[in-house]
């Protein structure tokens, strides 16, 4: 895989975070979106295509996550 230069991304914590330290963040990149701990932000992060990362986001509304 391709390395991505995140050191200009710009990051966005959800505004429902509460503030305990076990959020996530978002930044929207070029061609994808990148997702990376908090806690953690000179860590890995995780890239998706837009495609995959607007399923996940659908998929997330419409509660297919939840264990049953």
Not at 27 to 38: E, K, M, N, P
């Amino acid at each position: 895989m391709t390395s991505v230069d995140l050191s200009r991304a710009q990051w966005k914590k959800s505004t429902r975070s509460s503030g305990n330290g076990q959020c996530v963040e978002v930044a929207d990149l070029a061609d994808a979106v990148a997702l990376r701990d908090s806690k953690d932000p000179t860590g890995p992060a995780l890239l998706f295509c837009r495609e995959d990362w607007t399923s996940f986001l659908a998929g997330t509304k419409q509660d297919q996550f939840t264990r049953r």
